[in-house]
T-cell receptor, first 110, second 113 residues
Framework: DQQVKQNSPSLSVQEGRISILNCDYTNSMFDYFLWYKKYPAEGPTFLISISSIKDKNEDGRFTVFLNKSAKHLSLHIVPSQPGDSAVYFCAASPGYQLIWGAGTKLIIKP | DADVTQTPRNRITKTGKRIMLECSQTKGHDRMYWYRQDPGLGLRLIYYSFDVKDINKGEISDGYSVSRQAQAKFSLSLESAIPNQTALYFC????????????FGDGTRLSIL
């Protein structure tokens, strides 16, 4: 049973527009959430995180929103750039390890 | 030079063989992790180590063993490989709490025939 779900395997967005990647979770004990980005033939790299005591965290073009009542978080990328084309993983922590979603492949179209 | 180095990058082997995947890091982190990734699934934790003397099983440790030879080195062994262990394997490191970002190697693609 997947505790962290990324229901969109892929997403295609025009360059310059907003990309919104979604993640749902089932365990209310998760207290920290992270987004990672992965290029082919490389390991995941950390992008941005959010604590459960917050509902928003921003870092440059990247913003993560957390809706605890809905057990949902989203990553917004504005504006989207060609280099943002990658697989994005959502991960959640109950305090001792990370539980990962299956990833969403983001394709930025010129 | 990469901060987290995995060797080999690719390996093809036969069922029943013993295989060791190696990971070394120059980040000075105490915590190290081994994950596997399968198509359509997220990363799943195999083993993790908070320091040289502290090794813990993760979600899917059956069929695997690990050795933490030093702070900088953490190896993963498949004692008798089977085809369903074909996957992409990642090593990662972190400092402090689990909420600290993990830093990954570039992975080992393992195929077991």
């Amino acid at each position: 049973d997947q505790q962290v779900k990324q229901n969109s395997p892929s997403l295609s967005v025009q360059e310059g527009r907003i990309s919104i990647l979604n993640c749902d979770y089932t365990n209310s004990m998760f207290d920290y959430f992270l987004w990672y980005k992965k290029y082919p033939a490389e390991g995941p790299t950390f992008l941005i995180s959010i604590s459960s005591i917050k509902d928003k965290n921003e870092d440059g073009r990247f913003t993560v929103f957390l809706n605890k009542s809905a057990k949902h978080l989203s990553l917004h990328i504005v504006p989207s750039q060609p280099g943002d084309s990658a697989v994005y993983f959502c991960a959640a922590s109950p305090g001792y390890q990370l539980i990962w979603g299956a990833g969403t492949k983001l394709i930025i179209k010129p | 030079d990469a901060d987290v180095t995995q060797t080999p990058r690719n390996r093809i082997t036969k069922t029943g063989k013993r295989i060791m995947l190696e990971c070394s890091q120059t980040k000075g982190h105490d915590r190290m992790y081994w994950y596997r990734q399968d198509p359509g699934l997220g990363l799943r934790l195999i083993y993790y180590s908070f320091d040289v003397k502290d090794i813990n099983k993760g979600e899917i440790s059956d069929g695997y063993s690990v050795s933490r030879q030093a702070q900088a080195k953490f190896s993963l062994s498949l004692e008798s490989a089977i085809p369903n262990q074909t996957a992409l394997y990642f090593c990662a490191t972190s400092e402090g709490q689990v909420n600290q970002p993990q830093h990954f190697g570039d992975g080992t693609r393992l195929s077991i025939l």
